[in-house]
């Protein structure tokens, strides 16, 4: 899950869209699910591909693989919402949507 936040905040970062700030909120995790199918070792060169799935209101699904030697070693989803300073879910301003690809 550490590769696939890594992603994330460098995919978010790379488009202009705020991962954290402490008075401004951020994107918690609300649910994460993964599939193993091949297992990784320490230092193993891996690739994660991540995507969107759908973007609610507050929420965004996004999807992930995890890639060794080209081959998928886990796959799965996670669910974040955006928060504000004090962790209550906030609706994803226009700008930000269209920034995700919504």
Aim: net charge negative; with cysteine; charged share 30%.
């Amino acid at each position: 899950f550490r590769h696939v936040e890594e992603a994330e905040h460098a995919y978010l970062r790379e488009i202009g869209v705020m991962v954290i700030d402490r008075e401004l909120g951020g994107w918690p995790r609300v649910h994460v699910s993964c599939d193993f199918k091949n297992p990784l070792h320490f230092d193993d060169e891996i690739l994660v591909r991540l995507g969107i799935e759908r973007i609610g209101a507050a929420s965004v699904m996004w999807t992930f693989e995890i890639l060794k030697a080209g081959e998928v070693c886990a796959y799965g989803k996670m669910t974040t919402v955006r928060v504000d300073g004090q962790g209550k879910p906030v609706v994803i301003d226009e700008v930000t949507r269209e920034k995700l690809g919504g």
